[in-house]
């Protein structure tokens, strides 16, 4: 069987590599891959956005399965190209990508179906957003609705802040088209977590939890990012397993009663204060860096999986795991999130231990392997417990080089 993954990243080497293992799969082509993928999968030089193209590629080669990384393809609906002519893909369809391509449409989503969530207004001009964030208390969060690189959220401490942040989005465009409405939300106290579920024919099936860190700096401190390092698995008491099942039946629910046909990845991003979710938002596609620790401790055929997830077929008891500990660590460019320098050559790659895994997130190969994003590479490791999961991975982090390398810390200490 051939495989075709779409993306450049962290996330689509994992996948790539998981997909690799299974024994029905003959070959993986990745477009456009990077530095990493390039070691076991073909590159290709088509960029996830070329719909066309892939379409093209996909059609020339009898691609037996397409698993598609990024948010953009899946908002432009290369799912509905593929359906139509035939191809089989592992995605929402366009229509359902508006669950990340909007952030208002979400939350109209969840208010209609009454799962909980923040206050929030939407706004489409500046002067009646001023008016707005008087209905709420400080901090306040401001959100560009469309598709911002996870750049489009602003945590406001006061009302100059807000103000600020309103009149970037509004006045300077920063978002372009993506910032003509702006959702405006309560803060909510807690902690962040997220939740992976596979979704067959509008019914979920939660893949087990990994606890991102979002934040650049130790501590949770400082800019948002990407995310900066995860592990997997999280506890989670009884009382939250019970109210995390209400919140999935009823968007079963919402699903089935807007008429939608939901079939592929959905991200839940949860808010949890004393065992009480709400959610912040849904993303479309396979979490990075969350992908990077669930596919090592995924027990079971990946390629299969998403077959069966396609056909209507999974089942509960099908999604196996290892009970080992997964924890990634990324390495990023030093000034990520903001300006930083590509093209840093990268060293000590082959001298990491047999059982570290090393996905790319934003590399080049030429001559050598080189820096080629914020985020570059993810050291991931598995143990028996988190702390031998930590304590492998950071003594791998120590042996990769390059010119202003950055990594957080403290990754994994609760």
């Known amino acids: ?166 009149s970037k989005i509004f006045k300077d465009k920063i978002f372009g088209e993506e910032g003509s409405t702006v959702v405006v939300e309560e803060f909510l106290r807690g902690e962040e977590a997220s939740v992976l579920c596979l979704v067959s024919n509008n019914k979920l099936f939660p893949l087990e939890r990994a606890k991102d860190h979002k934040q650049i700096y ?29 919140i999935y039946r009823q968007i079963e629910n919402g ?19 004393k065992d009480k979710p709400k959610v912040l938002e849904f993303n479309v596609r396979f979490g990075d860096p969350e992908t990077e620790v669930l596919m090592p401790r995924l027990d079971c055929d990946l390629f299969e999986i998403l077959n069966r997830t396609i056909d209507g077929k999974l089942k509960k008891e099908d999604i196996k795991w290892k009970k080992e500990t997964c924890l990634t660590v990324i390495m990023c460019s030093g000034g990520y999130p903001e300006s930083y320098e590509k093209g840093k050559e990268i060293t000590g790659l082959n001298d ?27 050291v991931t490791a598995l143990g028996n417990d988190l702390k031998e999961a930590r304590e492998k991975a950071y003594k791998n982090v120590e042996k990769i080089k390059f010119d202003k390398a950055y990594f957080r810390k403290d990754i994994g200490i609760k």
Not at 257 to 273: H, N, R, T, V
């Open 352 to 378: 990491i231990d047999k059982d570290i895994i090393v996905f790319h997130n934003g590399t080049k190969k030429t001559d050598a392997i080189y820096t080629n994003g914020g985020r570059v590479l993810s």
């Open 1 to 166: 069987m051939k495989v075709l993954v779409i993306g450049n990243g962290g996330r689509e080497h994992a996948l790539a590599w998981k997909l690799k293992e299974s024994q029905d799969v003959d070959e993986v082509y990745v477009a456009k891959g990077n530095g990493g993928t390039e070691s076991f999968c073909e590159n290709l030089d088509i960029d996830p956005k070329n719909i066309d193209e892939l379409l093209k590629f996909a059609e020339d080669k009898k691609i037996d399965l397409t698993v598609v990384g990024p948010e953009d393809p899946l908002c432009m609906g290369i799912v509905d190209a593929f359906n139509k002519k035939g191809l089989k893909i592992f995605g929402p369809n366009k229509e359902c990508a508006r669950f990340e391509k909007s952030k208002e449409f979400t939350k109209k989503f969840l208010e209609k179906y009454s799962i909980p969530t923040a206050k929030y207004e939407s706004f489409e001009n500046y002067e009646d957003a001023i008016k707005g964030i008087s209905n709420f208390g400080y901090p306040l969060v401001v959100k560009a609705d469309g598709l911002c690189l996870g750049k489009g959220v602003t945590i406001c401490e006061n009302k100059e802040e807000a103000e600020n942040a309103l």
């Open 218 to 246: 130790d501590g949770d401190k400082g800019s948002n990012t990407g995310g900066v390092g995860t592990y997997s698995p999280v506890e989670a008491s009884k009382e939250l397993e019970k109210n995390l099942e209400k």
């Open 255 to 273: 699903l089935d009663s807007e008429k939608l046909s939901y079939s592929g990845i959905l991200f839940i991003g949860f808010m949890i204060e």
